[in-house]
C-alpha cells in the first residue's frame, strides 16, 4: 500500500479513521481497515483488498492465520474461485490459510483504531467459508466453524455477529450494527475451526456505512426539530429515546429525558410485570446465554455483554411457539402516550413480537413484527390514543431455533398511571394449538404438515394454507407479507380511493404496499418479506404492478433467500428516473427447494415526493408438479424463446439466450438466437450453470438426443448432459472438458427409459476459469437410441461398446477402478478421469485367452472416414493389443502392440474406406503374467483419410494436437477457429491451406497471459524415436515489436527432458510465414508449440496452420532459410507461383513438387462440417 497517501493534511489523532473526510483528499480516513473509498465498487470508506490490506494486520498466535491472497484455479475448489470485487482470478482479498489439523485453533484479524462510531453505523462484508469436516452429518452447533465480527471498546470485546450454518460454499453478506461507539475502538475478526473440521475463510469488500458522526455547525431547525448541543437538528421524537443520536448525548441528557420513563432491566423489571403460561420473559445477559446463532451478543442499554434485557426462546422456561406476555400498569385514557422499545429477532423466519393495548379485556394490536430481522438492535415507536384505561401487552413467539429479545422500554410523560386502579384484565391467551408442533392448522381446524403450508398447491380443503402466501391484491391485508426493516424507512399497507391521484398512474385506486417512513434508527433500505415458500417448479415467476417516484439514487429490487443454502441473490431490479416510472413486471424464480423467501427491497428520499408502491402480486406456474403446455418441447432452435428449457436461478452463473456479442453466430441460421455461457461476465459468481426442464413424464422407451454445442477459449470448463431422476441419483450420459474451438460441434445421448419415474433432463457448465464461453443450439429429440457414437471420452458412459470374451473390460477411473489400471485417464489428465481397461493378469485373462470390446455399427456418409484411438499397455507382460475394422463379419487388424515405450498413452490412427455399415473392435490378448493391464480411451470417428502423425491443416479437427488441462502447469489453452472475425477471439482473417475465411486454424490471444497462465502449450501425440526427422509448419504473428518480450517456441520433450529446436521473437508478420525445422529425438518424444512471455500485458495473436511432420525423410531445406512468406494466405496462388518458377529457376522444382503433394493430401480431407459431430482431443500428456 505504499502508494495510498495518509493524512496528507496532519489531521489530529482523533479526526483520523472517524468516517469523516478532514483533509480535502479524505487521506485521513485512508488505511482505516478501509481506505477513502473503491475504485472498482465507487463506494466510500472500503476495503476491496486490489490495493492492499487497508491496515488489517493477523494478530494470530498461531500458524493459522490471515494472508492478503488471489483465488488459485491450480487448488480448485479449496476455498473461492474468484474474490467478490471483480468476480474473477485476479482480483484480491484476505483469505486464512496453515490450519493446523485435528486441534481447535483460531486465526485473528485487528484493524486499526478507528474513532467515534454514530448511532447508524454499518458494517458489512462479503465471506467465502470452506471447510472439510469429518462427518459433517453428526456435527453440533460447536463443532462446525464460526466466523466471527466482534468490537473491542475500552476493556471489552463484544461481539456483533457470527456466522450461521450453511450447506453451501460461495460468497455470502454479513451485514452488522455496532451502534454508538464513544472514543476509540478495534473491529475484530477472528475464524474459528474445531478439532473435526479444517477450515478456510476468505474476506472482501469490508464497507462502513453511515459512521460518521454528523457534521458540528449551527442549523435553522424545522417545526419537528430541535437543536443538538453540537448545532445540528434532529427530529424532536429522536429526542430521550434510548440512543445518542447527536453524538454528543445531548438528547439524551437526564435534563432533558426527566419526564420519561425507561426501564433498562438491568436491575429488574421496574413497574412491568412478566404473565405466567406456556412461555415466559426471562431477564437475563450475553455472558450468562453464550454465543449460540440467534442470541443477542450484548444489550442495548449499555452496548455490553454484561448488560440485561428480557428474551424468549432460549431458556429453560420457553417453549416452542408458545406466547410470551409482558404487562405495564394501567395508564388513564390519553392521546400523548408513546412507548420506545428496542427489539431482536434472530435466528428463525418465523418470530414474532406484538404490541398492543388492552381495555375491557379486549386486546388492540398496534405493532407486529416478524421475522429474522439480524443480530441487531432495532428501535420501535407505538403512539396509543386510548378513550379509556388501558394496559400495554408485549407478546414474543420465538420460532424455532430463534430468540425474541426487547430492551429500553421507554414511556412519555403522556403515559399516566391510572390512580383508580380501575380493573383492566388481560385477555385469556389461547388454548394450546389442536395441532402438532410440525403442523399448521387450517381455517377449518383440519391440521396439516407444515411444509404443505405456502407450497403453491392447495391442501387444506377451504385452500386456507395457501390464503397467506404471497399472491394478494392487499384489499384484504398484506397478504403474508411482513416488513423486515430495520431502518427510517418501512414498508406498510397504504389506501388511495381517489382515481386521479399521482400514485395511480401506474396503479388502480386501491390499497398497496408502499414504503413509509420508519422508526428504526438505521439508515439502508426498506425490507419486506414473503412467508416461507416452495418447493417450486422451474417455471415458478413472480409478477407484479409497481410504480417508482425517485432520483437516480432510489431504486427498487426483489431478490429470493434459500434457506437451504443460505444464499440470496437479486433477482429484479429497477433504479428512480427523476420522474414517474413502473408497469408489470415479471420475474423468474426458477426452481427452488422449500424453503425459500422472496424479499422487496426499496431505498427512495421520503424527504421529498419520492415514493414506491407495489401491487397485485401473484406467483404463476409455481407448483412443482404443474404441468406446462411447453414441458415435452425439449427440441429447440431457441429462435423465438427456450421452449420446454428453464434457467436453474439458484446459482448466479447462468445461461443466457442472446445473439453472440462477439463470441460466435448461432448454429440455425448464423444470425439467430442460442444459449450461451460466459464466465468473465462481471458478477457470475458461482461455479455451476444449469439449463433444465420441468419434470417429464416417465419414459417406457428411450429417445435420443442431439444438440451442438460449442466450447471456446483457454480457460473454459466441461459441459455435461444429465438425466435426474425423481428418485436415486443423477446420471451423466454425456459430458467434455477444455476448449473444442470456435466451432459448432454436434453431440448427442440416448435418454434412458426412467420405468414409473418422472425425470429432467439438465445441461451442466462447470468452469473451470474466467476466459471462454460455451454456446447450445439446435437441440433435437427422437424417438430410439442413439447411433455410435462418433466421439467417446468414457467420461459418461461406456458408448455402446459391447464387451464380451473371457476377461472383462469394463469403465473406471483411477481414482474408483477395482482394476489396476492407468493413473490418469487420457481426456482429462486426471484420477478422476475415466477409461476402458481389461485385467489381463493370468488369473483373469490366462494366456491366449481373449476379450473383446466391440463398438456399435458406424454409418459412413462420406467415402474415407478416420478412426483414432488412444490406448496403453503396462509395463512387464501386459499381454497385447490387437485392433481389427470389422464389416459384414469380414475383420482387418490394423494394429497390434505387446510393448509400449514409457508410461504414456499413445495414439493410433487409421483410414476406412467402407462399404457399408462398420464396427471397430479391440481385443485384449493374455499373455501369461502376474499383473499387467490393457486401456483404451477418446475413441474418434471424423470424416475424411487421415493426415500423417503429427500433422494437420486443421480443416476436419487437430489431428491429436492438444493442449494440457492440469492447471498446475500454469499454462493455457490454444483455440481452433475459422478466420471468421470474432471481437472476443481476434486473430487472422484467413487461414493458410484455404486462403479463405472458412479456413480452419489453431490461434492463441497473448492478452491473456499473466497472472492466470505464463505460456500456452500446444502439443502432438507422443512419436517415435526419429534420427532425420522434419517439422513444417506456418504461423502467423500480430504483436507490437515493443512488447516483444514474447515468442513462440518449438520444444521436444521426451523422457530425457525438454530441449528448444525452434524459436521466434514477438513481431508483426506481413502475413503467413513458413519454417522449416530438423527433428532428431534417441527415444519416444512430443513437439509442442508454446508461447511464453517475460512481462504482461502482451497485446497480440499467434496462429498456425498446415502443420506436416515427416519422419526419417531430413529437411529439403536448410533450417537458417525458412519458406518464403506468403502475404496473400493462398495456399493455392503460392502452389501456382512456385510452378512459374520452375521455368526459370530449376533448382526450386522439387519444392514445387513438394507443394503439390501437400495440396492434393489437403484435397481428400473434407472442409466442410457435416452431421457428424467434430471435435479434437483436448488432452493432457505430459512426460
Not at 476455498?79 to 486465526?107: C, I, N, Q, R, Y
Not at 407479507?481 to 431502518?487: A, E, N, R, T
Not at 477411473?813 to 481397461?837: E, I, K, L, Q, R
Not at 514445387?1152 to 459431430?1173: D, F, H, I, M
Amino acid at each position: 500500500s505504499g502508494s495510498v497517501v495518509v493524512n496528507s493534511c496532519s489531521s489530529t489523532a482523533e479526526q483520523l479513521c472517524n468516517f469523516v473526510c478532514d483533509c480535502s483528499d479524505c487521506s485521513d480516513e485512508n488505511q482505516c481497515g478501509y481506505l477513502r473509498g473503491s475504485a472498482v465498487l465507487g463506494t466510500p470508506f472500503t476495503c476491496d483488498f486490489e490495493d492492499g490490506d487497508c491496515g488489517w494486520q493477523d494478530v494470530s498466535t498461531s500458524t493459522y492465520r490471515w494472508v492478503r491472497g488471489r483465488a488459485n484455479l491450480a487448488m480448485w475448489g479449496m476455498g473461492p474461485h474468484s474474490d467478490h470485487t471483480v468476480g474473477t482470478d485476479l482480483g484480491w482479498f484476505l483469505v486464512t490459510m496453515s490450519p493446523p489439523e485435528k486441534t481447535m485453533a483460531t486465526a485473528w484479524l485487528r484493524s486499526p483504531e478507528m474513532h467515534e462510531a454514530a448511532a447508524t453505523c454499518e458494517i458489512s462484508a462479503w465471506y467465502h467459508l470452506s471447510w472439510n469436516c469429518e462427518g459433517t452429518q453428526g456435527l453440533n452447533q460447536t463443532e462446525w466453524p464460526v466466523l466471527r465480527l466482534a468490537v473491542a471498546h475500552k476493556d471489552e470485546v463484544v461481539g456483533l455477529w457470527q456466522s450461521p450454518k450453511r450447506s453451501s460454499e460461495g460468497w455470502h453478506q454479513l451485514v452488522t450494527y455496532p451502534g454508538r461507539i464513544t472514543e476509540q475502538f478495534q473491529v475484530i475478526i477472528s475464524l474459528t475451526q474445531s478439532p473435526t473440521c479444517g477450515a478456510e475463510v476468505a474476506l472482501d469488500d469490508i464497507m462502513f456505512r453511515n459512521c460518521g458522526l454528523p457534521e458540528v455547525g449551527q442549523q435553522v431547525c424545522g417545526a419537528q426539530e430541535s437543536h443538538c448541543r453540537r448545532g445540528l437538528c434532529l427530529a424532536q421524537h429522536r429526542f430521550c429515546d434510548g440512543t445518542d443520536d447527536c453524538g454528543d448525548n445531548s438528547d439524551e441528557s437526564v435534563a432533558q429525558c426527566k419526564n420519561f420513563t425507561r426501564c433498562s432491566f438491568d436491575h429488574d423489571l421496574c413497574s412491568w410485570e412478566a404473565v405466567a403460561g406456556p412461555a415466559v420473559w426471562s431477564r437475563n445477559t450475553s455472558l450468562n446465554l453464550g454465543t449460540s446463532y440467534g442470541i443477542p451478543t450484548r444489550d442495548h442499554s449499555n452496548n455490553s455483554r454484561a448488560g440485561f434485557f428480557l428474551h424468549v426462546g432460549s431458556g429453560s422456561t420457553a417453549q416452542a411457539g408458545g406466547t410470551a406476555q409482558l404487562s405495564s400498569l394501567t395508564f388513564q385514557a390519553t392521546n400523548s402516550c408513546s412507548l420506545m422499545l428496542y427489539c431482536h429477532l434472530h435466528g428463525s423466519a418465523t418470530s414474532n413480537l406484538r404490541i398492543s393495548y388492552v381495555t375491557n379485556s379486549t386486546k388492540h394490536l398496534m405493532r407486529e413484527r416478524t421475522g429474522d430481522l439480524g443480530s441487531c438492535w432495532v428501535r420501535e415507536r407505538v403512539d396509543f390514543n386510548v378513550t379509556g384505561p388501558f394496559k400495554v401487552l408485549i407478546e414474543g413467539v420465538a420460532g424455532s431455533r430463534g430468540t425474541v429479545a426487547i430492551d429500553d422500554l421507554i414511556l412519555s410523560q403522556g403515559c399516566v398511571k391510572e390512580k383508580d386502579k380501575p380493573l383492566v384484565m388481560l385477555p385469556s391467551q389461547a388454548g394450546a394449538s389442536p395441532c402438532a408442533a410440525d403442523e399448521v392448522a387450517c381455517d377449518s381446524g383440519d391440521c396439516i404438515a407444515a411444509e404443505l403450508a405456502c407450497d403453491f398447491a392447495d391442501t387444506c380443503a377451504d385452500g386456507s394454507d395457501e390464503k397467506h402466501c404471497g399472491t394478494t391484491t392487499f384489499e384484504s391485508g398484506a397478504g403474508g407479507w411482513h416488513d423486515v426493516s430495520v431502518g427510517r424507512l418501512r414498508w406498510g399497507l397504504q389506501n388511495v380511493t381517489e382515481p386521479d391521484t399521482f400514485l395511480t398512474v401506474f396503479l388502480c385506486p386501491g390499497t398497496f404496499l408502499s414504503l413509509q417512513t420508519g422508526e428504526g434508527q438505521m439508515v439502508g433500505p426498506a425490507k419486506a418479506r414473503s412467508p416461507l415458500l416452495g418447493p417450486s417448479g422451474p417455471a415458478c415467476t413472480m409478477e407484479m404492478s409497481y410504480r417508482i417516484h425517485s432520483d437516480p439514487q432510489g431504486f427498487l429490487a426483489i431478490s429470493v433467500t434459500d434457506h437451504t443454502t443460505g444464499t440470496t441473490q437479486l433477482a429484479w431490479q429497477t433504479q428512480g428516473h427523476g420522474s414517474t416510472a413502473g408497469g408489470h413486471v415479471h420475474v423468474p424464480l426458477g426452481e427452488r427447494s422449500r424453503p425459500f423467501q422472496v424479499e422487496l427491497l426499496a431505498l427512495v428520499d421520503l424527504q421529498g415526493s419520492a415514493s414506491v408502491s407495489i401491487d397485485n402480486v401473484t406467483f404463476k406456474q409455481c407448483y412443482l408438479d404443474v404441468v406446462l403446455p411447453t414441458a415435452a418441447e425439449l427440441s429447440c432452435n431457441f429462435e423465438r424463446d427456450m421452449c420446454g428449457w428453464y434457467q436453474d436461478l439458484s446459482s448466479d452463473f447462468k445461461w443466457v439466450r442472446s445473439t453472440g456479442q462477439g463470441q460466435g453466430s448461432d448454429h440455425t441460421t448464423g444470425s439467430g438466437y442460442f444459449m450461451s455461457v460466459d464466465p468473465s461476465v462481471p458478477w457470475s459468481h458461482g461455479q455451476r450453470a444449469q439449463l433444465l426442464t420441468s419434470r417429464q413424464k416417465p419414459a417406457s422407451a428411450p429417445r435420443c438426443l442431439s444438440f451442438w454445442y460449442r466450447l471456446t477459449g483457454p480457460q473454459i470448463g466441461t459441459l455435461t448432459l444429465k438425466l435426474r431422476p425423481e428418485r436415486g441419483e443423477e446420471v451423466v450420459l454425456w459430458t467434455l472438458r477444455g476448449t473444442q474451438g470456435s466451432i459448432w460441434h454436434r453431440g448427442w445421448a440416448t435418454l434412458p427409459a426412467t420405468g414409473q419415474q418422472r425425470y429432467q433432463v439438465v445441461f451442466e457448465v462447470m468452469q473451470d476459469g474466467f476466459l471462454g464461453d460455451v454456446g447450445l443450439d439446435d437441440l433435437m429429440q427422437t424417438a430410439g437410441p442413439c447411433g455410435a457414437e462418433l466421439s467417446c471420452s468414457f467420461e459418461a458412459e461406456a458408448c455402446g461398446l459391447a464387451a464380451t470374451g473371457k476377461g472383462i473390460w469394463q469403465r473406471q477411473s483411477n481414482g474408483t477402478g477395482t482394476t489396476a489400471g492407468p493413473a490418469a485417464d487420457h481426456t482429462t489428465g486426471t484420477a478422476a478421469g475415466h477409461y476402458m481397461v481389461v485385467n489381463t493378469g493370468r488369473v483373469s485373462l490366462p494366456a491366449g485367452h481373449t476379450a473383446a470390446l466391440t463398438s456399435q455399427p458406424y454409418q459412413p456418409s462420406v467415402p474415407a472416414q478416420c478412426l483414432a484411438f488412444w490406448y496403453q499397455l503396462s509395463s512387464g507382460t501386459p499381454g497385447s493389443l490387437r485392433v481389427f475394422v470389422e464389416q459384414i463379419r469380414v475383420r482387418r487388424k490394423i494394429l497390434s502392440v505387446s510393448t509400449m515405450e514409457g508410461s504414456n498413452w499413445h495414439r493410433s490412427q487409421v483410414t476406412v474406406q467402407p462399404d457399408g455399415d462398420w464396427q471397430v473392435v479391440f481385443e485384449a490378448e493374455g499373455a501369461g503374467g502376474e499383473h499387467g493391464y490393457i486401456a483404451v480411451d477418446d475413441l474418434h470417428v471424423s470424416d475424411g483419410t487421415c493426415p500423417e502423425p503429427a500433422s494437420c491443416d486443421f480443416e476436419q479437427d487437430t489431428c491429436g494436437w492438444s493442449s494440457p488441462l492440469d492447471p498446475r502447469l500454469h499454462s493455457l489453452a490454444w483455440g481452433w477457429k475459422s478466420g471468421i472475425t470474432l471481437a472476443k477471439y481476434p486473430s487472422p482473417e484467413q487461414d493458410h491451406t484455404l486462403g479463405t475465411r472458412n479456413g480452419h486454424y489453431m490461434h492463441f490471444d497473448t492478452s491473456v497471459l499473466g497472472a492466470r497462465g505464463t505460456s500456452a502449450l500446444l502439443e502432438s501425440a507422443p512419436l517415435p524415436a526419429a534420427t532425420d526427422s522434419c517439422l513444417r509448419f506456418w504461423y502467423h504473428m500480430d504483436i507490437p515489436e515493443h512488447l516483444s518480450s514474447g515468442e513462440l517456441r518449438v520444444t521436444l520433450h521426451s523422457a530425457a527432458g525438454q530441449r528448444t529446436v525452434w524459436s521466434v521473437a514477438g513481431h508483426r508478420s506481413r502475413g503467413w510465414q513458413g519454417a522449416v525445422v530438423p527433428v532428431q529425438s534417441p527415444s519416444e518424444f512430443q513437439i509442442s508449440f508454446e508461447i511464453t512471455t517475460r512481462r504482461w500485458p502482451m497485446e497480440g495473436t499467434v496462429a498456425l496452420d498446415d502443420i506436416m511432420y515427416s519422419s526419417s525423410v531430413g529437411c529439403h531445406f536448410s533450417s537458417e532459410s525458412p519458406m518464403k512468406e506468403n502475404p496473400s494466405g493462398s495456399f493455392v496462388a503460392e502452389v501456382v507461383l512456385s510452378l512459374l518458377l520452375a521455368l526459370v529457376i530449376v533448382a526450386l522444382v522439387a519444392a514445387g513438387g513438394w507443394y503439390c503433394l501437400k495440396q492434393r493430401g489437403l484435397a481428400s480431407r473434407t472442409e466442410v462440417e457435416g452431421n457428424s459431430p467434430q471435435g479434437f482431443d483436448n488432452i493432457t500428456f505430459r512426460d
